[in-house]
């Protein structure tokens, strides 16, 4: 069983929500590591745990190795003693000080030190690049790679998480190629090294297409963690395209240069007039006293603000996910930098397709047209597609106002051009199962004789019957049709294939509690429809193919085979009873 567990809890746009396992301690991503460095402790890691809440930091193992006075009382006190933290303390190699010159340690000693002072995730001693040429960022990936073989052979195997780094910089073939070297090895977590370089000439379009590499190209069951990142405004896009965990020591660097974070940007502190923050710091004190305190004292406040900035920030990315409206602060924020901007409009133009296969098919708020982007987004171009090939027509019919996105959107422009047909009820949910299944289920799925039930308060489809058996649902809230047991059987059998359903392992135990109801668990599903979009309904099949239940997929197909932990599908209906509600 792997040392950390992951679950995906949420998601939105290439975005998720997970809840992973580390040596006992749960954690939530989107996750921010504030870095810890104990030359300058601006903030304490009792203050973080305390004052922030935070249950995760990092520190640099190399930091504390070079001091012999630190390393023995580290290895008899352990890390977490030492802090005084009782989180989660994730352990840089100290590779990064291979920018200020080359660092005077084996990897043996370093994995070896991580080890022994019981870090609960460490990181390869990997060789970053400076992104100065394409011949150097190759040989960082040539060399990252020796040095996860050598690690390989080195680490305890029932020891520490462990983080593999990725090279390749803004070379998207040699982050691929990088990806393809470091996903033979067992890590727990896959690090991605961003340049500074990149960073410090905001060149977010080469950041965002080496995310995007990554997510395409690394196991989708494992976390994914972007070296080095801890600016507010890239957060939501760098969340949207596939990060799960961020760390930097942005806060306490930038308060050191007298700059204020906000999430639309950074200010000097000499060209703010006012405090625009409602932070605990901001409210307790006033630009001037600010300017005009002692350095020592500035700085440690700044960092403070600086630090709640970014945790407000990953706070409002989940809470966008769950609301469905990633894409939407993807946006707004976008508009905070030119390059960020064109960073966000090139993502969606080179990768809609990907993230079709992983943005939900329906979600919980309306589609809000935001700028032109608007029409690039994935959710957005999956459904005009859909139109096209599979109800044959380039006019929404009108019958479809009752699904997400058609009738659940808000613009200034029109986004769809509806016919003009009167449909009958009937007419409504065939071309509602066209929509969700593929051209042609509708007529088969709900034949002649089918009664339609609607609710009086607002008259709107509420239930399709037929001969006195519920078939299906229209959940109110999407317009999304809800199969019931009959209705999935007879869908099983009109798809050829796997097409919307999943296949369960042979296991009479796990067949029971799916039968009876219970949800379908990922390490139950020994095969799935790699098409399956999160949100869709499926068809659960036995291992002999007969039909056991139908629910809500979670996880998407491709994510299905790999993603072991948690619930891949809700079941809502099952032939051992249940239901919709």
Request: aromatic share 10%; net charge positive; hydrophobic share 40%.
């Amino acid at each position: 069983m792997p040392r950390i567990q992951m679950e995906i809890r949420e998601r939105d746009a290439g975005g998720r929500v997970c809840r992973i396992t580390v040596g006992g301690r749960r954690l939530t991503t989107p996750l921010f590591l504030p870095v810890y460095n104990p030359s300058k402790p601006m903030i304490t890691p009792r203050e973080f745990r305390e004052e922030f809440k935070l249950e995760a930091l990092m520190t640099n193992a190399y930091i504390l190795y070079r001091k012999p006075e630190l390393r023995q009382l580290l290895i008899s006190e352990g890390i977490h003693r030492f802090l005084n933290f009782d989180g989660v303390v994730f352990t840089d190699s100290g590779a990064y000080q291979m920018f200020k010159g080359e660092i005077e340690i084996s990897q043996y000693e370093i994995v070896r030190f991580q080890e022994d002072i019981r870090s609960d995730v460490g990181v390869m001693l990997d060789v970053p690049s400076r992104y100065e040429s394409r011949r150097e960022v190759y040989e960082s990936v040539i060399a990252t790679a020796r040095r996860a073989r050598e690690w390989y052979s080195i680490r305890r195997e029932d020891g520490i998480s462990w983080e593999g780094a990725i090279q390749g910089g803004g070379y998207t073939d040699l982050v691929e190629l990088s990806c393809r070297y470091m996903s033979n090895y067992p890590f727990d977590i896959y690090a991605v090294g961003v340049p500074p370089r990149l960073w410090r000439e905001y060149r977010f379009t080469e950041i965002a297409l080496q995310g995007v590499t990554v997510a395409q190209n690394l196991p989708v069951g494992k976390p994914r963690h972007a070296f080095g990142i801890g600016h507010p405004i890239a957060i939501p896009l760098l969340v949207a395209i596939g990060y799960d965990i961020f760390d930097s020591a942005s806060y306490a660097l930038y308060a050191e240069d007298d700059r204020y974070m906000t999430e639309y940007g950074t200010k000097k502190l000499d060209k703010l007039e006012y405090l625009p923050c409602n932070c605990p710091v901001c409210r307790s004190i006033s630009i001037d006293e600010l300017k005009s305190m002692d350095r020592g004292l500035r700085v440690r406040i700044l960092a403070r603000h600086n630090l709640y900035v970014i945790l407000r920030e990953v706070e409002l990315v989940k809470q966008a996910i769950h609301e469905g409206r990633l894409w939407e602060l993807v946006s707004i924020r976008a508009r905070s930098h030119p390059t960020l901007l064109e960073a966000t409009y090139r993502i969606l133009r080179m990768y809609s397709s990907y993230y079709e296969k992983l943005d939900p098919i329906t979600k919980r708020s309306a589609l809000l047209y935001t700028g032109c982007e608007t029409l690039l987004r994935p959710d957005y171009r999956r459904a005009v597609r859909r139109v096209g090939y599979r109800l044959k027509t380039s006019i929404t019919p009108r019958a479809l106002r009752i699904i997400w996105p058609f009738g659940q959107h808000e613009a200034s422009i029109e986004l769809f051009r509806f016919d003009e047909r009167d449909y009958d009820d009937l007419e409504v949910v065939r071309v509602l199962a066209d929509y969700q299944f593929g051209y042609g289920v509708g007529v088969k799925l709900f034949p002649d004789g089918c009664v339609i039930e609607k609710s009086r308060r607002t008259g709107r489809i509420r239930r399709i019957w037929l001969n006195g058996r519920l078939l299906a649902t229209v959940r109110p809230r999407d317009g999304l049709l809800l199969l019931q047991i009959p209705a999935a059987t007879r869908l099983a059998s009109i798809l050829p294939g796997r097409r919307y359903k999943v296949r369960l392992i042979a296991s009479d135990i796990v067949e029971e509690k799916v039968a009876m109801g219970g949800d379908v668990l990922g390490w139950y599903i020994l095969e799935a429809d790699p098409l399956i979009i999160p949100g869709e309904v499926i068809v659960v099949l036995s291992n002999s193919g007969r039909v056991l239940a139908v629910g809500e997929a979670i996880l998407s197909g491709v994510e299905m085979g790999e993603v072991k932990r948690g619930v891949a599908v809700k079941v809502r209906d099952s032939i051992g009873g249940g239901g919709y509600a």
